[in-house]
């Protein structure tokens, strides 16, 4: 793979005036940690070039930013970036040794554990073709799993779809199960929290005063982990979805955002029915970057 890459100053937009583009002022970081050069330059007088050669496989992220104000009046910035040899950046910290040994023990439990659904028809949404439920399955510790189920009505046989959400502490919807169940998918959408649904906008409110700070709730603990019963709950609803008969066995996707995108790796990590995830701006990962010389 290239090792050195050039990334161009230019102008903005049309919009960008002969003053504005006068002081232009660049950064560029290595790993989104190290600074590797800034400054200021006059855009009017041609496009810059940057140039970086990398020393080992990582990113480059160029920011730029103009006197030129967008709608909200914050001046505006744009970035650019370039990788080398992403396949092979490791993660920032080593495998526990006993790792596959506690997953492996969790599925156990899980796998022999009754689902116990609670299926209620959302009746808005259900029609000859499509079936919609509100959904409560079993979970760790005593803990439940809420969200939504669809499929096409009668006995097919579907792919599969999941979606796992972003943090914060609000409400799902079943909208996104309904429309997949129309165009013939059988679907699950989960809340990350043991929390109910469809709930006044106060009831949200007050849970996120209880909840708040979650991320680092049992931290020092796995087995206290706020995301022990989130990860588990990824597992349950993934093998809840994929142990209906009408699932055709072959095509199984997980998507999420963010926390959701953690969600899906962790999802495609502990199911192997898995057939295919996306991650979009993952959190939950590479905790240990920053002790390597990078910061996602």
């Known amino acids: 793979m290239e090792k050195q890459c050039a990334l161009k100053l230019r102008q903005f937009a049309p919009e960008l005036a002969a003053e504005e583009a006068k002081a232009v002022c660049y950064a560029l970081k290595l790993n989104n940690q190290s600074d590797l050069t800034n400054g200021t330059v006059d855009l009017m007088s041609g496009a810059k070039e940057i140039v970086y050669e990398f020393k080992a496989p990582g990113w480059v992220l160029l920011s ?8 909200d009046g914050k001046a505006v910035t744009i970035c650019a970036g370039a990788m080398c040899e992403p396949e092979k950046i490791r993660p920032g910290e080593k495998i526990p040794a006993d790792f596959q040994a506690f ?124 995301f022990l019963r989130m990860f588990c709950a990824c597992y349950r609803a993934a093998q809840y979805l994929t142990g209906w008969e009408e699932w055709d066995g072959k095509h199984f996707v997980v998507y999420g955002s963010s926390m959701g995108g953690g969600q899906a790796f962790v999802t495609a990590s502990l199911c192997a029915k898995v057939t295919a995830f996306a991650a979009n701006v993952p959190a939950l990962c590479d905790h240990g970057g920053r002790e390597a010389g990078r910061c996602r």
């Open 64 to 71: 730029v930013t103009s006197k030129w104000k967008g709608a």
């Open 103 to 226: 997953w492996d023990q969790k599925k156990k439990l899980l796998d022999v554990m009754p689902f116990e659904p609670e299926l209620t028809p959302v009746t808005n949404m259900t029609n000859d073709k499509v079936e919609t439920y509100a959904i409560v399955l079993k979970n760790i510790n005593g803990t439940k799993i809420r969200g939504f189920f669809a499929k096409p009505k009668g006995a097919g046989k579907f792919p599969a779809f999941m979606e796992v959400n972003p943090a914060g502490v609000y409400s799902i919807n079943p909208g996104f199960v309904f429309k997949c169940a129309t165009k013939g998918v059988m679907a699950i959408h989960i809340n990350a929290h043991d929390i109910l649904n469809g709930q006044p906008k106060e009831y949200y409110e007050q849970l996120d005063i209880k909840v708040k700070g979650y991320a680092h709730r049992g931290r020092n603990s796995r087995e206290e982990s706020y």
